[in-house]
């Protein structure tokens, strides 16, 4: 080998990077310990930026295209290095490739549920996870916070080294965006949305890189608020909580079933509540005193005095016709003589089985 060969070896005429793999953000171009040597090619394709760093410092960077290294196109490392009036032995430099393309379908999600305070609830915690598209704006920062030295940084890794980070971030956009729990489990499409211009900020100065896209999937919160979101949109369904009870109440009285159950005690109460407001009855909840202050004792005064009263009646009621006492009525409602609804504890006649006892 001749002195010339041996010396154009120890020499770096050509820098260039063909990237090969979809999964690496950055890449630091093995000069094997050789030196760069004046008027050397340096060559960016598209996607790619080309950092210069010198002893631990940023230098300058270049976009894509063909440069000739001369002291007019490093001007950041000809002060760096200190060439005042130009450069011709060769030198040594770092040179970082950065891909500047899109990375698409990265996901993210929290592993512990975030606090968040929620108008509704209070208190709220939310697990959430989701995809992203992020591309690198910032070579010099994001060398700087999140690649740094490593000589090939790739998507796992950087998955590794953001994954808190992110979740941090989402959490700061989310609680800054004051968006409440019930939008944030419906509406994922549009949430991702409304969070892109708080996520993308702290993004940027931080670590040097832009979400284009930011996916929520999916955002599950505990069982009981689960229990209060299907109960509220229970309430939204049924309207007219009060016409609802009516109907319940009516429909099963209709249908005869168990006077005992649940539902047609709390049904049976409120429906009571509603007869006592439209009979105005006195606050001892005797029934209305009859005309003349004297029970009907006559064939024609029950009839008459049955005139005025609801179609559903309470043993009181009926008592106050009959002119007898209320256990009276409950003992023939029990005995079958009269026709009555026993709904829980509370009995109920309607009108016209009253009209039908007194013919007997």
Do not use: C
């Not at 050789?34 to 008027?39: A, D, L, S, V």
């Not at 939310?126 to 010099?140: L, M, S, W």
């Not at 790739?154 to 989310?174: H, N």
């Not at 079958?336 to 709904?343: A, E, F, N, T, Y």
């Amino acid at each position: 080998m001749g002195l010339m060969d041996y010396l154009k070896g120890q020499f770096l005429e050509i820098i260039q990077w063909t990237d090969d793999s979809r999964d690496t953000l950055s890449w630091r171009f093995p000069d094997e310990d050789k030196e760069i040597k004046r008027g050397a090619q340096l060559i960016v394709r598209e996607s790619q930026v080309a950092q210069f760093v010198y002893l631990g410092q940023f230098g300058d960077t270049f976009g894509p295209g063909k440069h000739t290294l001369t002291t007019d196109n490093i001007p950041i490392l000809s002060t760096l290095k200190g060439w005042k009036y130009g450069f011709e032995s060769p030198f040594k430099a770092d040179v970082y490739y950065v891909t500047t393309r899109l990375f698409t379908g990265n996901k993210w999600g929290t592993s512990n549920p975030i606090m968040m305070r929620d108008q509704d609830f209070g208190i709220v915690r939310v697990r959430a996870f989701g995809t992203f598209d992020f591309r690198i704006v910032d070579p010099k920062l994001f060398l700087k916070e999140v690649a740094g030295s490593d000589h090939h940084f790739r998507l796992d890794e950087f998955a590794d080294t953001m994954r808190s980070r992110l979740v941090s971030i989402f959490s700061d956009a989310l609680a800054s965006a004051k968006i409440p729990v019930l939008d944030l489990a419906t509406r994922y499409a549009e949430m991702g949305e409304a969070l892109l211009p708080a996520i993308n900020p702290a993004l940027q100065s931080k670590y040097g890189i832009e979400f284009t896209s930011f996916i929520l999937e999916n955002a599950s919160v505990p069982p009981e608020v689960e229990q209060a979101i299907d109960k509220r949109s229970s309430m939204s369904a049924i309207g007219n909580l009060n016409d609802y009870v009516k109907f319940q109440m009516a429909e099963g009285m209709a249908k005869g079933g168990g006077a005992g159950a649940p539902a047609e005690m709390a049904m049976g109460f409120a429906m009571a509540q509603e007869m006592m407001k439209s009979t105005n009855l006195s606050p001892g909840g005797g029934p209305p005193p009859l005309p003349g202050g004297a029970p009907a004792a006559a064939a024609g005064a029950p009839a008459a005095a049955g005139a005025g009263l609801p179609e559903i009646l309470t043993p009181a009621q009926v008592a106050g016709v009959l002119g007898v006492t209320e256990a009276d009525v409950i003992a023939s409602i029990d005995s079958g003589d009269l026709k009555g609804k026993k709904i829980g504890s509370a009995y109920r006649v309607t009108r016209g089985a009253l009209d039908e006892f007194l013919k007997h």
